[in-house]
């Protein structure tokens, strides 16, 4: 058996691989730098006088197919820009899934709505449609619906739940870009799309998001006003019609974002294939990997297995250390070793000031002790998961050394 790089023998994988976190791992070149040149060149930096945020925008709505593509400054801006759209009642109650970003979360406490969690199938780790209907309350006002890993969730029985209640429908497409569901993009499925292009992201600007939709007159709103200070800069003049942050993109990040666009096909699929070549090489090894629903296309913002723990030597975390020590980006459990609600900010409810604000409100639901395990498979799928930092520049020669970097501790823990 070969010594592992935890206890001094040499490491899996020599080199360095690819990362998001600089240029090894990210397709960032002469494109997007003519694309900046020509927004320098024109000292416009804001939308209001460039033109680089309105053809992003285009470009992205015609790739979803949707009428409105508004850009905002990140995926929590866009998830915040789509709740404001909605307007909640202080109180109101928006379903969401425990493994998710914090970014899924903040925006609804940020309108004091009340985060109500579903918890998640076990195999796909996205929210458990079977589980559904019994968070429903006449106060539910939507759900938010996170594709984690890129994995898209059961969206054909989620949305006929959503219509029986007559539910709006957020998908959380942060870690989904150019998924599908039975043929069709995540983010077209719902009611509103909303996607982040920050660093880790299937796409970049380094910071920024989009919300897509078809929009609805019902909420007597405008999307981009959400964005926008409330402001209807459409009908011209100033005016403020309601309560909304400044989530404005630069032209900065919307001449990054256009290449970046032209390339999204292409990176994704690179992700994908060199997924499933792990997935291959992995068969038989113990690891087994999310299960993607079939009909769907994912696409492996994280590469996730599991490995169940009675079969290894050592606590998960350990093998994961061992991971580590043999050179794969990669951590145990998303995101973190606890679900979404276990964090101060929802726990403890550290919102605003010291009322507590939402859950505190007088006629808001009660009795949620977020410190327990109220999602019990998230709980167990956080503490198993082993989460491989995916990218888009990942070669055969690089899935390879993965490979053999994750069976060389398998075989060294198991048991
Ligand atoms: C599933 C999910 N939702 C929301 C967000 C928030 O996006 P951002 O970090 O751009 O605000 C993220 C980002 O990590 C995410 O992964």
Not at 275 to 293: C, D, H, Q, R, W
Not at 340 to 360: C, E
Request: proline share 6%; net charge negative.
């Amino acid at each position: 058996m070969k010594e592992l790089a935890l206890n001094g023998g040499p490491k899996a994988i020599a080199g360095a691989l690819p990362t998001f976190r600089n240029a090894s791992g990210r397709s960032l070149g002469a494109e997007e730098i003519e694309q900046l040149t020509e927004v320098i060149n024109s000292g416009s930096l804001s939308f209001l006088s460039g033109e680089k945020t309105k053809e992003f925008e285009r470009n992205f709505a015609e790739l979803f197919g949707a009428k409105q593509a508004v850009s905002v400054s990140s995926g929590t801006a866009a998830l915040h820009t789509a709740v404001t759209y909605l307007n909640p009642e202080p109180g109101d109650e928006i379903i969401v899934t425990p493994i998710t970003d914090m970014g899924s979360i903040i925006p609804v406490l940020a309108q004091l709505a009340i985060p109500v969690f579903v918890d998640v199938d076990p195999e796909t780790q996205n929210m458990d449609p079977a589980k559904l209907e019994a968070a429903i309350t006449p106060r539910t006002k939507a759900i938010i619906v996170t594709h984690i890993y890129g994995n898209p969730a059961d969206m054909d029985a989620i949305m006929a739940v959503a219509k029986r209640h007559n539910l709006f429908v957020i998908e959380d497409c942060a870690q989904a870009h150019l998924a599908t569901y039975k043929g069709h993009l995540c983010g077209t499925l719902g009611h509103l799309g909303c996607f982040s292009f920050q660093q880790s992201k299937h796409m970049t600007t380094g910071d920024g998001g989009m919300v897509i939709a078809n929009e609805d007159e019902r909420f007597g709103r405008e999307l981009r006003q959400c964005s926008d200070k409330g402001w209807p800069r459409s009908k011209g003049g100033r005016d403020h019609q309601f309560l909304a942050p400044n989530y404005h993109m630069t032209e900065l990040q919307a001449a990054v974002g256009i290449a970046q666009l032209r390339k999204l096909e292409g990176m994704v699929e690179a992700r994908r294939q060199s997924a499933f070549y792990l997935s291959e090489l992995l068969t038989g090894s113990g690891a087994n990997p999310t299960k993607i629903l079939p009909d769907t296309k994912g696409t492996f913002f994280f590469y996730t297995f599991r490995v169940d723990p009675s079969k290894l030597t050592v606590p998960t975390s350990d093998f994961v250390k061992a991971l580590v020590a043999e050179g794969i980006d990669c951590f145990l459990g998303y995101p973190g070793r606890i679900p979404i609600y276990r964090y101060p900010v929802v726990k403890d409810a550290l919102t605003f000031g010291t009322s507590g604000f939402p859950f505190t409100l007088p006629n808001a639901r009660k009795g949620e002790d977020y410190s327990q395990p109220i999602c019990p498979v998230a709980e167990k799928a956080c503490v198993e998961t082993v989460c491989i930092w995916w990218n888009e520049r990942f070669g055969r020669e690089h899935v390879e050394q993965i490979g053999s970097a994750i069976r060389k501790v398998m075989d060294a823990y198991r048991a």
